[in-house]
């Protein structure tokens, strides 16, 4: 008998994106399984529920979730979607668990083998499946599309009968996959783009988009970036320098768009009040890292406010904003990553639990929480205070964050021309952490 494989509604009310297409409905109907996808739970998403049918899924209810074998999900489940999970099922989704222990631990009590995808391997078999990226290089084109709407001018220059329009200054704050795909994105709008990271990697990424290249090139900036590829947090005396480097340049600036975010940490604070305070009445400010406390002073999360004069756009789920475009993308890495679950003779889940894969991306299995990162949620509320400080710092652990995920020089093959496209995700080589 087949096992069932069972795509949910969203119940979070931001966000719209669903964890199957017409595509990968059809690729997983012929792996074997009995697709069944609650019914609405594409329509934010433009899919209809008749598109999913002819692709071979059966339109269910919320409640034939208590028979999956299966759940491929986009947000961690609620505690009520959990209790309805059958015990042993498995569930794909991005979970972010960091500072969730109290969930973590509810999923492994649920009996569940649970896997994020956030926390997938950067190398080169697991392109494919690399949501960070794919949803961050949505979330850098939507920044500048929000930017261009809340901004009361032209971002190109014009040359008019009645005069010329100057084209707009626009900045870049963290140059990952997010921030490249801004500035290509800025570029083709006709701005004149600067941006800036810590990572000197990037600095030849920038110039072969077009923009130029903004940062405080001291012996700690040659060696701010870790072996996966990560920005590192920077000391405070750095932080320093580099506040005042980008001072007098922000306040030049018409649009700043701000990416970086640090591993298993909150937002570093790029950009103080004091700071935009001197930028030009009508400018806007776009905190793509607000949910995670934001990288600009006064940002608001899930708001657009007025600060002095400017706008800061603090818009959640920032790559949910295109939601058609991005659950097209986040389908293709589910279920590029379930391939790998599944016993092609048998038609059947199995997982081999050695695999780099699922050693990097399973949470809990067997009614254990097993992801080293996350000892501290293994125990429980009363024993929590005693853990080991090994369990501690392994709880502390960094693991890849979207808009600030590493892209390397393969972006600059794919920008020939200033205006080129960058990768969506560019890799490392193999073994990467």
């Given at each position: 008998m087949a096992q069932t494989l069972f795509i949910p509604k969203?119940?979070?009310?931001n966000e719209p994106r669903v964890g199957g297409s017409v595509e990968t409905v059809k690729k997983l109907v012929g792996l074997g399984f009995t697709v069944i996808v609650e019914?609405?739970?594409?329509?934010?998403?433009?899919?209809?529920?008749?598109?999913?049918?002819?692709?071979?899924?059966?339109?269910?209810?919320?409640?034939?979730?208590?028979?999956?074998?299966?759940?491929?999900?986009?947000?961690?489940?609620?505690?009520?979607?959990?209790?309805s999970y059958k015990q042993s099922a498995v569930v794909i989704a991005m979970l972010d668990p960091y500072g969730n222990d109290a969930a973590v631990k509810e999923l492994a009590?649920?009996?569940?083998?649970?896997?994020?995808?956030?926390?997938?391997?950067?190398?080169?078999?697991?392109?494919?499946?690399?949501?960070?990226?794919s949803q961050a290089n949505l979330a850098g084109y939507q920044a500048v599309v929000d930017a261009a709407e809340e901004y009361d001018r032209?971002?190109?220059?014009?040359?008019?009968?009645?005069?010329?329009?100057?084209?707009?200054?626009?900045?870049?704050?963290g140059v990952g996959v997010a921030g490249l795909q801004a500035i290509a994105t800025a570029r083709r709008l006709g701005a004149v783009v600067t941006a800036t990271d810590v990572r000197?990697?990037?600095?030849?990424?920038?110039?072969?988009?077009?923009?130029?290249?903004?940062?405080?090139?001291?012996?700690?900036?040659?060696?701010?970036?870790?072996?996966?590829?990560?920005?590192?947090?920077?000391s405070k005396e750095y932080q320093a320098k580099q506040a005042a480097l980008v001072n007098d340049h922000i306040a030049k600036q018409d649009i700043v768009i701000t990416t970086?975010?640090?591993?298993?940490?909150?937002?570093?604070?790029?950009?103080?009040?004091?700071?935009?305070?001197?930028?030009?009445?009508?400018?806007?400010?776009?905190?793509?890292?607000?949910?995670?406390?934001?990288?600009?002073?006064g940002a608001v999360a899930g708001k657009i406010i007025e600060v002095d004069g400017i706008k800061i756009v603090g818009h959640l789920n920032v790559a949910g904003r295109i939601a058609a475009t991005a659950s097209q993308l986040y389908a293709k890495n589910l279920v590029a990553f379930f391939e790998t679950l599944v016993d092609k003779e048998t038609k059947t889940?199995?997982?081999?639990?050695?695999?780099?894969?699922?050693?990097?991306?399973?949470?809990?299995?067997?009614?254990?929480?097993?992801?080293?990162?996350?000892?501290?949620?293994?125990?429980?509320?009363?024993a929590?205070?005693?853990?080991?400080?090994?369990?501690?710092?392994?709880?502390?652990?960094?693991?890849?964050?979207?808009?600030?995920?590493?892209?390397?020089?393969?972006?600059?093959?794919?920008?020939?021309k200033k205006t080129a496209t960058p990768k969506a995700a560019p890799k490392k080589t193999e073994g990467e952490a």
């Open positions: 969203e119940i979070d009310a019914a609405g739970a594409g329509t934010a998403s433009r899919i209809p529920d008749r598109e999913f049918e002819a692709a071979g899924a059966t339109i269910g209810k919320t409640t034939d979730i208590k028979g999956a074998d299966v759940v491929l999900k986009v947000r961690r489940p609620t505690s009520a979607e959990i209790k009590d649920a009996g569940v083998t649970a896997f994020t995808m956030e926390f997938m391997p950067r190398i080169t078999r697991a392109q494919v499946m690399d949501v960070l990226s032209a971002l190109p220059m014009m040359m008019t009968a009645a005069g010329t329009v100057p084209a707009a200054k626009v900045f870049i704050m000197p990697a990037v600095k030849e990424q920038v110039a072969s988009l077009g923009a130029k290249f903004l940062a405080v090139e001291d012996e700690e900036f040659k060696a701010a970036e870790t072996a996966g590829g990560y920005a590192k947090e920077m970086a975010l640090i591993p298993g940490r909150p937002a570093p604070r790029l950009v103080t009040r004091e700071m935009y305070s001197r930028m030009r009445p009508g400018s806007v400010i776009v905190d793509l890292a607000v949910e995670r406390g934001g990288n600009v002073e889940v199995k997982i081999n639990f050695d695999d780099e894969l699922v050693k990097a991306t399973v949470l809990t299995h067997g009614g254990k929480v097993v992801h080293p990162n996350f000892a501290s949620a293994a125990a429980t509320p009363a929590a205070p005693a853990a080991k400080p090994a369990a501690k710092k392994a709880a502390t652990a960094k693991a890849p964050v979207a808009k600030d995920a590493p892209v390397k020089a393969e972006a600059k093959k794919a920008a020939p």
